[in-house]
Structure formats: structure tokens, C-alpha cells
């Protein structure tokens, strides 16, 4: 009896991993498909935040833009114990990143401190473009025009809202999307 009982127990432990990642809807059963190379190595995705909106941005080091990397952080700084993960993704399509995923890491490092998820530099425009950027352009008719594009995907997968690079994270239209995307 001693020996069913603990079969059964290790059985049911053996199946939590699966059907705690198993998706809601059919648009976070897509999202957990894309991954990413994380700058710090290995790989990092939608699948390792089921059930948490996402705000995530192409990046760059070398933009006028590039102080809102600050901005990311105090986001990510605000709402992460709520649930809300912010991803910077580095790209160099419009010409303005640094060489190499090192040079980047250090960099946002030294300059900002930053602790949020990051990738690798990746491709978010054209043929070429990351899967997870290539579903956005051909799903929501949205491609980034320019550095620090952001958008924020809610919980169940779905498409929250873009903003181009003009809108601060911080700002009131980005909060208030999450905030709502964090009460429901």
C-alpha cells in the first residue's frame, strides 16, 4: 500500500510542470513558442511567463532614445512584485547598436543598472525579424519603426497595446495599460 501511495504521489508531482505551463488561450499557446537568446546565455521566452503580462521593447544603446532604458527599469522596478515582466530586446536594424552582446550587457549595466530580462541583439524588422516580431508585423499589422517601440501583451496572450518610441515607459498612457493588464 506504502508503495502505491507513494507511485501515485510521484506520478501526479511528475505531471505539475506540464499542466502548470499549459496555455489558456490560443494566443499564449503561440506566445510560449518564441524564444529568445538571453545576453546573460542561454534562452529566455514567453513560456517562462505564462499567467504575467509583458511589456516588451526593442532597444538600442547608441539612440536619442536610449535614456528610456531607465525607464524600462523603474517599470520593471514598479510592477515586477505584481507580475509584470518588462523585456528589453537589443536591435541593430536601424544601425544603432554597439557590436556584440557584451559591449551591450556592459554597457546598460554601467549606464543603467538594469536587472530586467534582456536578449541578445535580434532582428524586430523585415524578412529577417525574430518569429516573436515577425507574428506582431503579420498578426497585429505592427513593426517597429524605430528604437524603443514597446508593447504589452496581457496574461491570456493577447495584444494590449503599442506605442512608438515617443511614449516614456513611465508615461500615463504605459501605466495605465498596465495597471488594467494587471487587474485583469
Known amino acids: ?5 507513494m507511485t501515485l504521489a510521484l506520478a501526479f508531482v511528475a505531471i505539475l510542470p506540464s499542466a502548470a505551463i499549459e496555455a489558456a488561450t490560443p494566443e499564449e499557446a503561440q506566445l510560449q513558442q518564441f524564444r529568445f537568446n538571453s545576453i546573460d546565455g542561454g534562452q529566455i521566452g514567453f513560456g517562462d511567463w505564462v499567467g504575467h503580462p509583458v511589456l516588451i521593447a526593442n532597444t ?3 539612440c536619442g532614445y536610449t535614456p528610456q532604458y531607465a525607464d524600462l527599469q ?3 522596478d514598479s510592477y515586477r512584485d505584481r507580475g509584470l515582466v518588462v523585456v ?3 536591435s541593430d536594424d536601424f544601425r544603432q547598436e554597439l557590436a556584440s552582446d ?3 550587457k556592459d554597457f546598460c549595466e554601467l549606464n543603467y543598472d538594469l536587472d530586467l530580462p534582456m536578449t541578445g541583439i535580434t532582428p524586430v524588422r523585415g524578412e529577417g525579424a525574430h518569429p516573436f516580431f515577425a507574428w506582431l508585423r503579420d498578426t497585429q499589422g505592427f513593426e517597429p519603426q524605430w ?3 514597446k508593447v504589452l501583451i496581457g496574461a491570456d496572450g493577447k495584444v494590449l497595446g503599442s506605442w512608438g518610441s515617443g511614449e516614456a515607459p513611465t508615461g500615463p498612457a504605459i ?7 494587471l487587474r485583469s
Open 1 to 5: 500500500m506504502q508503495y502505491l501511495a
Open 60 to 62: 538600442a544603446s547608441l
Open 74 to 76: 523603474a517599470l520593471y
Open 88 to 90: 528589453a530586446v537589443p
Open 102 to 104: 557584451a559591449e551591450v
Open 147 to 149: 528604437n524603443f517601440n
Open 175 to 181: 501605466t495605465q495599460a498596465v495597471e488594467a493588464a
